[in-house]
């Protein structure tokens, strides 16, 4: 058992340096790490966006909100995430159903809340954060690993939020939200046999979601994927014109803001979901290794921050973002590079827009947090 | 206890690290799997991808209008568009520059400027696959030689745009300006959408003043191009909306008149419809060829022109400002007359010279011996100076101001005419903040006859004598008379904002013209000998122009002045008098005497408008009857 120290006077007990990062609660080497992405991604956003600079300081202005924000997340200590948890999670589940009652939203999805009085936000953004940490309470209650009949109840905590999400409709969010729940029930422990029969499950399923679940344009999006040439000016021209803009980039890339592709209007989304074309076309295989070299560096601190993390919940919470924030990288580059179907993931901390910068860096907060809260164990 | 059972945290962290290196494993995988992705679209694919990038792409591509067509009031062009053949490279399609530039000279002629121009551009900033041109305006030879070895230079291209040209160049110079290359300033100025395509602007003159009107709207094509950058097929095209044409108020014949009459020599002259006010005739001479200046002229060449001391570059019509010397006299007088200065009947004694005081400075008469006695009429029909000496200081440099202004003289008063100066008209206040000095009565003597600081522009002149053809109604010079289509002239012209100069008695401009026919044909007019076998009256004032102020007393010998500092000869008049149908205004640099030199030259003008044109008129339209109905 833990014991909780009223006092969070917890470096000194460790023997390890008091430091100014620990009386900031930051993690120094996880933040120079980001601070050196997101720094790169400001000027591939540059290029990406036309040289528009407007956007580049919309983004900056971004990054700065996720910043402070991860400081104040970084100041809690995770007793307080495994407190708030179940009620949080309460929340957004409200916050969900409100969304699809009252929501408001573009291209026939609802997404968004407008409160009044509050900035108009995404609940289902935030449930990125809150499955797992619910998933996490919930598991890390009893001992490891979980019986079966808990694991179906944690699943439950997961597949709740998704199907909310799904019906907006939002399936990328909600296989991201998701997966970031399953990833805890993983580190929970659970059986070998257990992750064989969902695979078996999930591989028979696949076509019954095919028939039922998914709609027109998913669909079109995985044939194109198969299929790109069959559809080059429709549904195959993302998918063509980012691989040609990734291929023509060679070894060394045509140089910062000489890309043709994205220039010349022929990759779309070029500042969005498909910047790391633009990246990989103007800096070509080298700058596209060191941009998985240094999203490498990041998962292993955090992996490591997860491994010496001091309790079952902040662990199985860790180890969910870290991997969260995996899967985003995983999907948003097979996806460009035309391995997965097109599905709206951004890069992190590259890409331009939306609330994923925010969301990214609250959870490197929390990560920062569980990293910089440490005391004594009791026994 | 919240969690009432047994944990075995040791043993937790144990299956937490397991699962943790499973994880890894799986990341190391999946980024490992990433990065061959990369490497097989990027190193094993590269050449299938870059081949990809460089051809079979759409592109869009801004289809820029053809610029407006400028006609004289007879409908015959002025300034059309012509097809022009240039080579452009795309550094990106070529493998090896240095060799295709040395390629290229040998089978076309790049000027080094050319050269020096291409190799900047090469060097700065640009979109990646916009192409730079290197040659402008090739040959019948070079296009030829071009078409048969194009396929040895990838990336070099010849393409054909629509360039201005002037067919009758150095007549219409002055008058219509030219267009030229967009400079860097301007590119800063324009609406770089719709000028997407669009490598010329006006300059100067109609073209730069009407350059909205003529310019038209941009149009947009979507091409399918291949890997060298030539168009396969056209996909998708919105056309252009082409500029408007437009008619001027100029007549060719009249334009051609002119410059024959000053042909040889330095000068200007500017006819003027006055019941339009529109300008029949706008010609500084020497002129130049506008053209040069379209594709780019030669910095050679451009320095011969700029540094020639006749001037060639310099429109002397709008930009050229004399002393107007006499010619300021008819509306000197209607200012005395209106002022109550003088009467009709009022005569003044001319010595040969004027005092302001006994014993003073004397001012002289041109006519050494005098006009002895002499009224307003007289005054003007022989010039005497000592008559306007003292209307001058009786009416004081204020009345004249007020007056001169009404007639235009200190401003601007075109309506479209670009670049036109206002000239000086001195007044008090001009002369304390631009000599620091106040108004003496001696500066009013000088002003009374148009000399001092008094400076004038032709057209200024030209205006002068129309509102007085028009016996005060203001009529603002313009050279725009109509443009093809619903929308009326009104549209595109500036509003004129000059009220008609009414006279307290308005049979005074019936006087003053007398008296401007007085010069034409009275027995001692000072320019009576160009009115001689004239079919019609005629109304007109001569002046000299002094190059160099000459000291008191100081004898004059045209014969040992250098040529170049000879007087300026001026001449203003309309005619016929009584139904004004042309005024002119006529300045022949170093001429000498305005009536025995500038006033033959307006009365040829008013024989060419009056007689020869409608003549010739009558004789074309019953030579298209005779001939049928051809046209």
């Not at chain 1, 195959?236 to 990734?246: D, F, H, L, P, V």
């Not at chain 1, 910047?275 to 990989?280: D, K, P, R």
Request: charged share 20%; with cysteine.
């Amino acid at each position: 058992m833990v014991g909780v120290n009223p006092l969070g006077d917890e470096a000194g007990s460790l023997g390890r340096k008091h430091s100014i990062w620990t009386t900031l609660h930051l993690d120094p080497l996880l933040l120079v790490l980001l601070l050196l992405l997101m720094v790169g991604g400001l000027f591939v956003l540059y290029s990406g966006a036309d040289r528009n600079l407007l956007v580049v300081e919309a983004q900056a202005v971004r990054f700065g909100i996720g910043l402070v924000v991860m400081l104040f997340v970084a100041q809690l200590d995770p007793a307080v995430f495994r407190r708030w948890a179940p009620w949080l999670y309460l929340a957004g589940i409200i916050g969900l159903v409100a969304v699809l009652v009252a929501g408001i939203g573009a291209k026939g999805a609802q997404r968004w809340l407008a409160i009044p009085g509050l900035p108009r936000f995404q609940p289902s953004e935030g449930m990125k954060l809150v499955v797992p940490m619910a998933t996490a309470w919930y598991l890390s209650r009893y001992y490891l690993p979980p019986t079966f009949p808990r694991v179906m109840l944690g699943l439950l905590i997961v597949l709740l939020p998704m199907a909310l999400i799904i019906l907006q409709p939002d399936l990328g969010t909600s296989l991201l939200v998701g997966m970031a729940g399953v990833y805890v029930v993983f580190f929970a422990g659970i059986s070998w046999k257990l992750i064989t029969a969902f695979f078996a499950m999930i591989s028979v399923s696949a076509p019954l979601m095919w028939f039922f679940v998914m709609r027109d344009y998913q669909k079109q999006r995985v044939l194109t994927l198969l299929d790109p040439q069959s559809d080059p000016l429709g549904a195959g021209w993302n998918i063509i014109q980012s691989k040609t803009a990734i291929g023509s980039g060679g070894l060394d890339g045509k140089g910062w803001l000489q890309g043709t592709q994205s220039h010349l209007e022929f990759l779309p989304e070029s500042h969005t979901d498909f910047i790391v074309a633009v990246l990989a076309e103007e800096f070509g295989f080298l700058g596209m290794a060191a941009l998985i070299i240094l999203y490498f560096m990041i998962i292993l601190r955090c992996l490591y921050i997860s491994v010496t993390a001091q309790d079952s919940f902040s662990r199985l919470l860790a180890g969910a973002l870290t991997m969260t924030f995996f899967l985003y990288i995983f999907v948003n580059i097979g996806m460009v590079s035309g391995l997965l179907p097109v599905v709206g993931v951004p890069l992190p901390l590259i890409s331009y827009g939306g609330t994923s910068a925010i969301t990214l860096l609250a959870a490197f907060g929390v990560l920062m947090s569980i990293q910089t809260h440490r005391r004594m164990i009791a026994a | 206890m919240a969690w009432g059972e047994f944990k075995d945290t040791a043993g937790e962290r144990r299956l937490f690290q397991r699962r943790t290196l499973v994880m890894l494993v799986l990341v190391l995988l999946v980024l490992g799997g990433l990065l061959a992705r990369m490497y097989q679209l990027q190193l094993v694919e590269h050449e299938i991808y870059t081949t990809l990038s460089d051809k079979n792409r759409v592109q869009v591509q801004s289809v820029p209008p053809p610029r407006g067509l400028v006609y004289d009031r007879n409908n015959l062009l002025l300034a059309e568009n012509r097809p022009v053949f240039s080579v452009t490279v795309v550094p990106e399609r070529v493998d090896d520059m240095p060799a295709t530039l040395a390629g290229l000279q040998d089978i076309l002629s790049i000027p080094d400027e050319d050269m020096t121009r291409f190799e900047r551009r090469l060097g700065e900033y640009r979109r990646p696959f916009e192409a730079i041109p290197l040659s402008y305006d090739l040959s019948e030879d070079e296009i030829a030689r071009m078409a048969v070895r194009r396929h040895e230079f990838p990336g070099v291209e010849v393409t054909a745009e629509l360039v201005r040209h002037y067919p009758h160049s150095e007549l219409t110079a002055h008058a219509l300006g030219y267009v030229s290359r967009i400079n860097r300033e301007e590119l800063q100025r324009i609406d770089s959408v719709n000028y997407a395509g669009t490598n010329y602007i006006g300059k100067s003159g109609i073209e730069r003043f009407y350059e909205d009107v003529l310019h038209g709207t941009v149009g947009y094509q979507n091409v399918e191009t291949n890997a060298r950058g030539r168009i396969l097929r056209v996909l998708e095209r919105e056309n252009p909306v082409p500029g408007e044409d437009l008619q001027l108020h100029l007549d060719l014949r009249m334009q051609r008149k002119a410059h024959q009459l000053l042909e040889g020599r330095r000068g200007t002259i500017i006819a003027i419809e006055p019941a339009t006010g529109g300008i029949l005739a706008l010609a500084s001479v020497p002129s130049f060829d506008a053209n040069k200046f379209v594709t780019g002229i030669g910095v050679e060449e451009y320095r011969e022109l700029s540094t020639s001391i006749d001037k060639p570059l310099f429109n002397r019509a709008l930009r050229g400002q004399y002393p107007p010397g006499s010619t300021i006299k008819p509306m000197m007088a209607v200012a005395a007359l209106d002022s109550g200065a003088t009467t009709r009947e009022k005569e003044i004694y001319d010595p040969g010279y004027f005092q302001l005081r006994d014993g003073g400075r004397r001012y002289r008469d041109w006519k050494r011996s005098g006009h002895g006695w002499v009224n307003l009429m007289e005054s003007v029909a022989e010039s005497c100076d000592v008559y306007f000496y003292e209307m001058g200081v009786e009416m004081g440099v204020d009345v004249m101001h007020r007056y001169l202004s009404a007639f235009g003289f200190g401003e601007d008063a075109t309506l479209d005419v670009a670049g036109a100066l206002e000239g000086i008209l001195p007044s008090r206040e001009w002369k304390r903040t631009n000599r620091n000095e106040p108004w003496y009565p001696g500066d009013s003597v000088n002003m009374s006859i148009g000399q001092g600081f008094f400076l004038a522009t032709p057209l200024q002149l030209a205006t002068a004598t129309s509102l007085i053809a028009n016996r005060g109604v203001w009529v603002e010079p313009r050279l725009l008379k109509d443009i093809p289509g619903d929308r009326p002239v009104e549209e595109f012209l500036p509003e004129g904002t000059h009220k008609p100069l009414e006279l307290k008695n308005p049979d005074d401009w019936e006087y003053v013209v007398d008296t401007m026919e007085a010069v034409m044909h009275g027995p001692k007019g000072t320019a009576r000998r160009a009115s001689v076998g004239a079919s019609y009256r005629m109304a007109g004032k001569s002046g000299t122009a002094q190059v160099f102020s000459l000291e008191e007393d100081e004898e004059y010998d045209a014969e040992e002045i250098r040529e170049r500092l000879r007087d300026h000869a001026l001449f203003v008049g309309f005619a016929p008098s009584d139904n004004p149908q042309i005024a002119v205004a006529v300045i022949v640099e170093n001429g000498g005497g305005g009536s025995s030199v500038a006033a033959p030259v307006a009365r040829e003008l008013f024989d060419t408008w009056l007689e020869d044109l409608p003549a010739a008129d009558k004789h074309s339209l019953i030579g298209q009857a005779s001939t049928g109905d051809e046209r």
